[in-house]
C-alpha cells in the first residue's frame, strides 16, 4: 500500500476529506497524517523558516519537516488548501519547494474548492502513486519489440507504433466517438507502419479516455497522461537524465511536470478556465478564419502588444478578441495575442507551482502552433524545447513504458 | 442564564468557566458532536459535507476559502444565537484554535459587530494574571444575570 501524507490546511471544512480519501483508494494508496508534536509545532520558524497566522498551516509545516527528517514515513506528499487563500497558496508553495529541496519524495500540490471531488483527483492521485510504484518501469530508456501506445484526448485521439526505439507508424484523428477514434488512430498508424496487428506485442494506452479503450483492445497497460507525457517528452528530446519541464498544453486542461531522470517530481494539472488551453487557440483561429495549423505561423509575424487580449476566462477572452477585430487589429496581432495570452495563463496559474529547470520542453498537439512556444519563451526567459512527433508524446510515452512490461 | 459564546471558539478552558458560572457556553466542539454523532456519517472525519461550505455563504461571499465558510457554517450560528461574548486575545494553539486565521478574524468582527455584550482579555501569562482573568471572567458573567 502507497502512503500518501496528506499536509493541508480546510480540506476537513471544505467537505472534500472523504473525496480525498476516496481517490487515494481508487489508486491503492492510503492517505496518511504524520505525527507531529507541539514542540514541533513551536519550533516551525526554527525548523521550516517562518509561522504564520494559521494554525493548521503551522502544522502542515511541521509535518513537512518531519518527513524530511523521516522519510519512511510517507513514499508521497500531497499538499492541499483552500483555493483563493493567498496564505495558504504562499505556504503550500513554500511546502512543496521544501520537501522538493530536502529529500527525493514526489509532491503533488493542489488547491481545492467545495467542488472538489474524487474524479477531480483521480489523475493527479494516480500519477503519484505511478511514480512511486513503478520507478523501475518510468527509468526505462529505450523501447524494444514491437509496441503500440493510443492517446485518447479530450479534443484528438493518437496513435504510434514503435520498433526498437523508433516510431514507424503514427495516426491521429479528431475524438469524436471515443473507441471509433481509437480504433480509427490505431488503425491508421498500423497502416502507416506497414505492420499488421496480430504481430503488435503490447500496446498501452492513456489520456481521457483509458479506462474505456484500454479495456476495449486489451491494453497492457493502463496509464495516466502525466507519467506517460513526461516519459515520452523527455525521451524525444533525448533528456532523458538529469533534470527537464515538461509544458502539455491540452485541449482541455494543461499540465506542467517538473522531471528529474525522467520521472516525475513534481506537478500541476489543471487551469481554471479552457481559456488557457487549446480550445482558445481553436477558437481564435475559428474567428479569424484561418485553419489550426496556420494560427501558430500567422502569430509569428504578429506583435502581442499591439492587441489587450486576457484569456483568464474563455468568455472574456472571446470578448477582447472580437473587440480587438473589430477595432481594426492585425489578424497576425490578435493570433500572437491569443498565443501569448494562453502561454501567460499557464506561466500565471502553473509554472509557479513546480521547479522550472532546462530544458523545458513544450509538448502535445499545441506546441505546433508555433506562436505559443515563442510565447512562453518570452514569458520564461529560456529557450523551449518541441521534439519531432511532439503531439503523439502520449502515444509514444504509453508505447515506451509498455515495452517495459514485455520482459516480464 | 445567558447564551455566552467564547473565542477562541474551541476553547474548553473558557467554556467550562462560563457553564461554572450557570450560562450556556457556545463552543464549536458541541456543534462538532451535533455533526459525527448523526445518524448518517457520510464526510468523515468531522461530518462537514460540501453542503456547509454553501451555508457559510451566509456569513462570508464566494471568493472567500471553502474551508473558511466551512468553519463560518458552524460558528456562524452559535455567534447569531449569543447574547454575550468573551474574547481572548493572544490566547496561544493550547487554548483552542480554529485552525484558520481567516476564519479567526471573521469570527472576532461579527461578535464585535454584533452589539452584545463582550469582555475583551489579554490571555494571562504568570499566576497573578491568570487570577485576574478569572475575577474578570466571574464579574462580567456575574453581571450577565
Redesign the interface.
Known amino acids: 500500500m502507497i502512503r500518501i501524507a496528506q499536509l493541508s490546511?480546510?480540506?476537513?471544512?471544505?467537505?472534500?476529506?472523504?473525496e480525498i480519501e476516496r481517490a487515494a483508494e481508487t489508486v491503492g494508496a492510503k492517505i496518511v497524517y504524520p505525527e507531529v508534536s507541539?514542540e514541533d509545532?513551536l519550533n516551525v520558524e526554527k525548523n521550516f523558516g517562518v509561522k504564520?497566522?494559521?494554525?493548521?498551516l503551522n502544522?502542515a509545516m511541521a509535518r513537512a519537516v518531519r518527513i524530511v527528517e523521516n522519510p519512511d514515513l510517507a513514499d508521497a506528499v500531497i499538499v492541499m488548501?483552500?483555493?483563493?487563500?493567498a496564505?495558504?497558496a504562499i505556504i503550500r508553495s513554500e511546502i512543496r519547494k521544501f520537501i522538493h529541496e530536502h529529500s527525493r519524495i514526489p509532491v503533488l500540490s493542489y488547491s481545492?474548492?467545495?467542488?472538489t471531488t474524487a474524479e477531480t483527483l483521480l489523475t493527479r492521485m494516480e500519477a503519484l502513486v505511478t511514480t512511486v510504484k513503478y520507478r523501475g518501469l518510468l527509468a526505462r530508456e529505450r523501447q524494444k519489440g514491437l509496441t503500440a501506445g493510443i492517446d485518447s484526448g479530450s479534443t484528438t485521439t493518437k496513435s504510434v507504433i514503435m520498433r526498437d526505439n523508433e516510431v514507424i507508424g503514427t495516426g491521429w484523428v479528431p475524438t469524436t466517438e471515443v473507441l471509433k477514434s481509437a480504433e480509427d488512430a490505431f488503425d491508421a498508424a498500423i497502416k502507416m507502419a506497414g505492420i499488421k496487428k496480430e504481430e503488435i506485442q503490447a500496446v498501452g494506452v492513456t489520456g481521457y479516455g483509458r479506462f474505456l479503450v484500454g479495456k476495449h483492445i486489451n491494453a497492457r497497460l493502463i496509464q495516466e497522461e502525466i507519467t506517460v507525457n513526461s516519459k515520452g517528452a523527455v525521451f524525444l528530446s533525448d533528456a532523458q537524465r538529469g533534470p527537464a519541464t515538461v509544458i502539455d498544453i491540452g485541449g482541455m486542461d494543461n499540465k506542467a511536470i517538473s522531471v528529474q531522470d525522467g520521472i516525475p517530481g513534481g506537478f500541476t494539472m489543471g487551469g481554471i478556465c479552457a481559456g488557457a488551453s487549446g480550445r482558445f487557440l481553436e477558437l481564435t483561429a475559428r474567428r479569424l478564419g484561418v485553419d489550426i495549423t496556420q494560427l501558430g505561423k500567422l502569430a509569428l509575424k504578429g506583435d502581442f502588444r499591439n492587441v489587450a487580449m486576457n484569456s483568464y476566462c474563455i468568455v472574456f477572452g472571446t470578448q477582447s478578441l472580437v473587440n480587438s477585430l473589430s477595432m481594426g487589429c492585425k489578424p497576425e496581432d490578435v493570433a500572437m495575442a491569443a498565443c501569448h495570452s494562453v502561454a501567460e495563463q499557464v506561466y500565471e496559474q502553473q509554472l509557479q507551482e513546480v521547479e522550472v529547470k532546462e530544458p523545458v520542453i513544450m509538448v502535445g498537439g499545441t506546441s505546433l502552433i508555433e506562436g505559443l512556444p515563442r510565447a512562453m519563451e518570452e514569458l520564461l526567459h529560456v529557450k523551449v524545447l518541441v521534439p519531432k512527433n511532439a503531439q503523439y508524446i502520449g502515444a509514444v510515452g504509453a508505447a515506451l513504458l509498455v515495452s517495459g512490461l514485455l520482459e516480464g | 442564564m445567558s447564551k455566552v459564546i467564547v473565542y477562541p471558539p474551541t476553547s474548553m478552558i473558557l467554556s467550562d468557566l462560563v457553564e461554572r458560572m450557570g450560562h450556556k457556553a457556545l463552543v464549536v466542539p458541541e456543534r462538532v458532536r451535533e455533526l459525527v454523532t448523526a445518524n448518517d456519517v457520510q464526510s468523515p472525519p468531522l461530518n462537514v459535507t460540501p453542503e456547509e461550505p454553501k451555508k457559510g455563504l451566509r456569513y462570508a461571499a464566494v471568493d472567500v476559502p471553502s474551508g473558511v465558510r466551512g468553519r463560518m457554517a458552524l460558528i456562524g450560528p452559535l455567534i447569531e444565537e449569543a447574547e454575550a461574548a468573551i474574547i481572548v486575545e493572544d490566547p496561544g494553539w493550547l487554548t483552542g484554535c480554529a485552525g484558520c486565521s481567516r476564519t479567526n478574524e471573521l469570527v472576532r468582527l461579527l461578535i464585535r459587530t454584533k452589539g452584545i455584550p463582550v469582555l475583551d482579555l489579554n490571555y494571562p501569562t504568570d499566576d497573578a494574571q491568570a487570577k485576574v482573568f478569572v475575577q474578570k471572567i466571574r464579574a462580567f458573567l456575574e453581571g450577565l444575570k
Open positions: 490546511c480546510g480540506s476537513e471544512y471544505s467537505g472534500i476529506q472523504k507541539l509545532i504564520v497566522a494559521s494554525g493548521d502544522l488548501t483552500c483555493f483563493r487563500c496564505e495558504a481545492f474548492t467545495e467542488r
